[in-house]
Structures are given as C-alpha cells and as structure tokens.
C-alpha cells in the first residue's frame, strides 16, 4: 500500500511539473513535452506491465518486484495529468489575475506555485485520490495474472487468483470474497476524493 | 384605423400580479420576488430598471414560465391577453406542456443579452430562424426561409439572400443581436421580452439596435418589456419604466414622472448616480500647469500575426495598435475611449509592457521602457501599476484579501512580515474596506468591493502612473460613481496620473482631463475631454457622442445620429 502511494506521488510530480512546463511556456518546449506525452499513450500499457514484469529478476525480493512494477506503472501513468495541467495554464496564464502576478514583479517560478497552481488543487486531489485505486487494480490485475506478486506475499490479486476458475468459486465461493474489498477500497478512496475536492474549494464556504 | 385602435385598447396585453418567487434551497425557502406586479402594453416600451441581482431577469423567465431549478412560482398570476378575448394564467400552464411552447417564441419572444451564446453556433442562421416560424407557423420549409429572409432585411442585414446561409460566428456582434431580434419577431409576437439586449454591444451599436426596436415597435404595434441597469438607455426608449430592488418593484410610472419626479430613494439614487456622470467631477484635482510629462508616447505599433502552415508563413496582420503618439503630464488623466476592437486595451498593455510592441518609444520620465531589460522593467513596474476590468478574474480566488495585497509588497521586499498586517490595513482603510475583512477570500465580496481590493492592491506600491482598463464597466452604475470618486480622492492624495481606458463616454467625462479618441489602432482625436464632447471635430468622434443615450426623456430625439462609416 505504501509503495503504491509512492508510485502515485512520482506520477503526481512528474505530470504537474512537464504538464505545468509545457503549459506556461508553450512553444517550442510545449511541442516537445506533448510529442512525449503522445508517444507514453500509444504505448500498449498491458503487455508493457507484462514484458517488464516478467522481465524482472526472480532472485529479487517481492517487496523490491513489487516497488519496481508500481514505478513502471507510475512511469506510464503520468500523462493523463500532464494534458490537463498544460490545458488549464494555457487557459490561466493570460488570465487578469496571473498578468497582475507578473506586473507585481512575480518570478516564474512564484507565479506557477503561488498563483497558478493553487486553482489546480482541487482537481489535483481529485486526481490523486482516484490514481490510488488504480494503482491497486492495476497490481490486483497484474497479480491476478500472475505476473505481479507471487505467493507467500500475499495481495488481493494473489488471492483472487484462486478464483480464476468456475469450479473453485462453486466449491468455495468464499474465494471471492477479496474481490468485494477491492470494490469497497476503491470506492471509499473515491469518495475520500469527492469530500477532499469540496473541502479544498473556497467557493463551497 | 390602428390608431383609433390603440386609444381605445387600454386593457394591458400582459399583467404580472403580485408575484411570488422563491428558490428551494436546502437552507428552506430564500424568495427572490416578493410579490411584484406591473402591465405591458401594446405598442409601450416598459422598462424594467435595477441592479444586478434586483431579480430583472428572473421576472423574465418568469413569464415565460421557464423559472430554472429550483426556483418555484408560490403565489401570484401571470395574465396574457393577446387579442382581448380571453386572459390565460400562464403560471397555471404546465410548463413542458403545449399551450405554454405555443406561447413562447410564438406570442412572446424574447432577446438574450449575449448574442455570442445564444445562437447555435453549429446552424446556420437560416436554420435557427426557420425552424422557430416552423413550429409556430403552418408552413412548409421552403415559405418559411423566405419568411426568414424577409425577417433578416426586416432587421436591416445587408444582403439578407446571402446572409441566410451564414453561421453565427461570421456575424459581428452587433449582426447577431439583429438576428436574435429577426428571430424574436419572426413569428411576430405580441410581447416583446429583452434582457439586456444592448449590454454586450459598444454604444454606436447599441445606438443602432435601439433605433431598429423602436422603429420595429412601431411597424408591429408590439408590447415591449425592456430590462436594463442603464439609466441613459430607459430615457432613450422607455414609455413606462418599473424600477426593481432586492425583488420589489419600488417604483413604477410614466417615464416622464418618474425622472422628473422619482418618489424612492432608490431611484433618486440611480438617477443622481447617471446625472452626475453627465458632467465632469465636482471634486477633480486638474494637474498643475507646469507639470513635467511622466510618459511620452512615440509611434507605438503593435502587429499581431496570424501564421499559418509547416513554414510558419504569415498569413495575415492585424496592426493593434497602429503608430500612437501622446503625452502625459504628471498628476493628469489621460482617457482613451473606443469601441471594443480599437485596441485601447491593448495599447495599454503595450505601454505596461505585458506585450511586447513592435517599435515606438515609451520614455518614461527619461527611460525608455522598449529598450529596458527585466530588472529596470520591474523598478517601472513599481512605479506604474494597473487596474484590470474584470474584478473577478483579476483577483487569485485562491488567495485572500490579504495575501493578494501583501503579494506585491513580500516581491519587492518592501516590508516585513511584522509590518505587513499593519500596512494592509492601512491600504484597506485607504480604499474604504474594514481591515477586518483581510482574512476573507475574494468570492466573499461583491463586485464593487472586489474593484477596491484591485485598486488596493494597485495602490500598495505608491506608485505615480496607474494604468485603468475599464475599471468600472463591470459595475452597476451607483458603484461606478463611488469606484469613480474614491479613485479622484486617490489622485489627490497621493499625486497620480491616469490612464484610463473606457468605451463609456459618460465615465471619462466624469475621470478625464484630457481624451485620446481610438479607432482602429490609432488616436483619432485627442484634446481637452470638454473640449472634445463639445465640439468634435472627427467624424468618428461624432458617430460615437452622438450614440451615448442622453439621461434625459426630454430631449429624446432631438440629436441627429451620425454614422461613421470609412472607406477602406
């Protein structure tokens, strides 16, 4: 679970600073930032998470495996953030508010984490709060496949992975039951979003 | 015969009777109309006056039956009566159901403020006009865009064959509010509903589209109601006005009657606020005589280029600001007035230096800011401040009052964070907020609160040049006047030179001393503000002096409208 959180938080850093990048300075830079973004979405995320799952070595300890698997999804995981930050600087950066930053004698660097990224907070949150489910389907999924975490360590996709067949479930349909809690963990990180997201919103006060 | 009609038609075509209307908000039931009646008559202009959130436009949809969630209808009736025959309670219809969709667009129209949003932009303008004749009219496609046709040289489009086949967005904004109009009156309604048809437009359209209704009104023998905040534009076309606050009607009457002698405070209060404007300020500071120049302006151009294709060709060039040259003295008021598309708000950025101008100079007291590098900009940039338009894109809503004040104060180290509090307050007090205020965010004030905060943060420097770009167009007028004065007081304490950027002739005469007339990205005129309203010399001056609505029902129709209209 921590390490899924760390894997979060580098796509967290990596999407809002090349995403906040290519958006205030747009150009040449804004151009070569979003080439980038569009050659890590062609890829095919699945087999990648399979190639280079398998591709670890198995003299690695599961915690070190696990830790690796999550960087690569967070590697991959990034872009979806980095389109929106670099459409809403685009859309802040002539923005009355944002030019008075500039006239007050703001540096670049005060006015994209003091000015512009303070109205980001709430979707940021959200974002987050729903890239931590994702990062437990996707090592769920993985883990299922049985490319991800091996027994003995033990993980809700380890442990769906007994149910992978028909006949076990109607023999012991309690092997399911995992899968409930991975429904009601992703559910509750969303919910933890929503509240999150109002709570951060100064209108809502 | 349609005379002697009329006299003895005195029945109104549509009555409002005591209308009730609240929203069901969680909190319970927040009423916005407490109980407000009027009538319209055929062939009468009634306007309907207040300030933002006075529930002018509310009322509209009201009649319409189209109150948006979760507002409801509690009490009161809505009486139409079209033909004198019969009256229908509109509030009783069903508002999905089809005696109240034969009604709108049918019997009632209605025209949006903002001609950008309320047309399609996916039809063409001859699709939107048909398909409303269509389903009020028995006729089939083909009479119907003739009828459309008919509708647009109604509305006085030029080339109306041609202009059918056109989508909204190669309209200027002036051609879609004619087109929303043609729309309105395309199946001929007997009511007439405006919402601020006129706001969004510059004041030598607006003068068009108001002579267009008028003349419109006449052929049709339609009943108008006309809602506005501006008092100039009720003495231009008004016959009846309802004056409307906090959702009351507080005053209503003949237009004559009502602005020669207003009975409540709050429309002597609208009307002093729009007389005042009329004459320069009683309480102006001129500049001194031997006044130094602060700003010398020198053939300042700005082009901008649209480049197209791999090669990056340029394709086409908009000259902004087009070669401008003035002067400003220490202490003084520069205007500069023009339509929207002059480039007055651009070349006020230019000489803040927020774009980058193509050539000219900017000698600010002996620099030139053209050839300043980043440091010597930021040094001017203390002494040169600005005042932004909007007060509620200007301001981060992310910060509070007092982190947006101190803001320029923490980058220019010019205090620290035990003095901070202390001068903030100062800065509130100056501007006229309670310094207990410091801690709010910026949603929490209203719009003429918000301009103070702007014009504190402006301020928080002490810096001699302040750059105004429509600071109170945003405004209702009564706060236009306070924004106005507390900005003179500001000028006569601390020194400052203006200038001060607005399409509204009536402001600058009140702010300005001298006047810089734009069009098209070059001064056209500039010279003593008195000067200039009195006896233009450009013609374009004329057009425009000759569109400001004249705050007085008296003297409707007694200017001659001038157009200007340049070869080129």
């Not at chain 2, 509310?58 to 019969?86: C, E, H, K, W, Y």
């Not at chain 2, 009783?92 to 709108?104: E, V």
């Not at chain 2, 069009?519 to 425009?544: C, D, F, M, N």
């Amino acid at each position: 679970m921590s390490i899924g959180l760390v894997g979060v938080v580098i796509s967290l850093v990596l999407g809002v600073t090349l995403g906040g990048i290519s958006g205030y300075f747009g150009g040449r830079v804004d151009a070569v930032i979003q080439r980038l973004i569009e050659f890590v979405l062609s890829l095919p995320t699945i087999p990648i998470w399979l190639a280079l799952a398998a591709s670890l070595p198995p003299s690695w300890p599961i915690y070190k495996q696990y830790f690796v698997i999550t960087l690569i999804v967070s590697l991959v995981g990034w872009t979806e953030l980095g389109r929106v930050v670099r459409g809403r600087f685009l859309a802040m950066k002539n923005d009355d508010f944002v030019v008075a930053a500039r006239l007050d004698g703001a540096s670049e660097s005060r006015i994209i984490f003091r000015h512009m990224l303070p109205s980001l907070t709430s979707h940021i949150i959200a974002s987050l709060t729903l890239a931590i489910p994702l990062m437990i389907l996707a090592e769920t999924g993985l883990s299922f496949l049985g490319f991800g975490l091996t027994p003995p360590a033990i993980s809700w996709g380890v442990l769906l992975k007994e149910a992978q067949n028909i006949i076990s479930i109607s023999q012991a349909p309690w092997l399911f039951i995992p899968g409930g809690f991975v429904v009601l963990a992703v559910l509750s990180f969303n919910f933890l979003g929503d509240g999150m997201r109002d709570a951060a919103d100064p209108y809502g006060h | 015969m349609r005379q002697t009609l009329m006299d003895t038609d005195t029945s109104p075509i549509l009555q409002v009777q005591n209308l009730n209307l609240g929203f069901n908000m969680r909190q319970g039931m927040v009423n916005v109309l407490h109980g407000i009646s009027f009538d319209l008559h055929r062939g009468k202009t009634t306007c309907v006056v207040g300030e933002s959130g006075s529930g002018k436009s509310i009322t509209a949809r009201a009649i319409l039956n189209m109150v948006p969630r979760p507002g409801t209808i509690n009490s009161g009736q809505i009486l139409f009566n079209p033909d004198g025959s019969g009256q229908i309670n509109l509030t009783s219809l069903d508002p999905r159901g089809k005696p109240i969709r034969k009604i709108r667009g049918g019997r009632i129209g209605m025209i949006f403020q903002e001609p950008m949003s309320s047309l399609s932009p996916i039809h063409t303008i001859g699709n939107q006009i048909t398909e409303v004749i269509q389903l009020h009219r028995n006729v089939d496609k083909k009479t119907a865009r003739q009828m459309a046709i008919a509708a647009l040289a109604q509305v006085e489009i030029p080339k109306p064959e041609k202009a059918v086949d056109r989508y909204a967005f190669e309209y200027s904004g002036g051609m879609r509010q004619r087109a929303m109009i043609a729309m309105a009156l395309s199946c001929q309604p007997d009511v007439l509903i405006a919402d601020e048809p006129t706001t969004a437009l510059d004041v030598t359209t607006q003068a068009e589209i108001l002579d267009l209704m008028k003349s419109l009104q006449r052929e049709l023998d339609t009943a108008i109601m006309f809602i506005t905040h501006d008092m100039g534009v009720v003495a231009e076309i008004a016959d009846e006005v309802v004056v409307m606050e906090k959702g009351h009607v507080v005053e209503k009457g003949n237009i004559h009657q009502v602005y020669n002698a207003p009975q409540h405070v709050y429309t002597k209060k609208l009307l002093t606020a729009v007389k005042r404007l009329n004459q320069p300020a009683s309480t102006k500071v001129r500049p001194c005589t031997q006044a130094q120049n602060i700003l010398q302006i020198r053939d300042l151009s700005l082009r901008f280029e649209k480049k197209e294709g791999f090669f990056q060709r340029i394709t086409d060039v908009t000259k902004a600001v087009d070669g401008v040259s003035f002067d400003l003295k220490e202490g003084e008021s520069l205007g500069i007035v023009g339509e929207s598309g002059s480039g007055k708000t651009t070349l006020g950025r230019c000489i803040a230096r927020v774009y980058d101008p193509n050539s000219g100079v900017i000698n600010y007291k002996g620099q030139d800011l053209m050839q300043a590098n980043a440091s010597a900009l930021r040094e001017t940039r203390k002494r040169m401040r600005m005042i932004f338009q909007d007060p509620f894109a200007s301001l981060n809503p992310r910060m509070t009052v007092k982190q947006i004040i101190a803001e320029p104060l923490i980058i220019n180290k010019l205090a620290n964070l035990a003095e901070l509090e202390e001068i903030v307050s100062t800065i509130l007090s100056q501007v006229g907020l309670d310094p207990n205020m410091m801690e709010r965010y910026p949603h929490a004030f209203s719009g003429g609160q918000r301009q103070r905060i702007v014009i504190a943060r402006a301020i928080a420097l002490k810096p001699e040049l302040i750059i105004a770009d429509e600071p109170t167009s945003a405004l209702d007028v009564s706060i236009r006047t306070q924004v106005l004065d507390l900005l003179l007081q500001l000028q006569a304490e601390m020194g400052l030179s203006f200038i001060f950027i607005s399409h509204d002739m009536a402001v600058i005469r009140y702010f300005c001393d001298r006047v810089a007339v734009m069009y098209r990205g070059q001064i056209v005129e500039i010279g003593e503000t008195e000067q200039i309203i009195t006896s233009p010399q450009h013609p374009y001056t004329k057009a425009l002096l000759s569109s400001v609505p004249i705050p007085d029902p008296t003297l409707r129709g007694t200017r001659q409208r001038h157009r200007y209209e340049p070869d080129s």
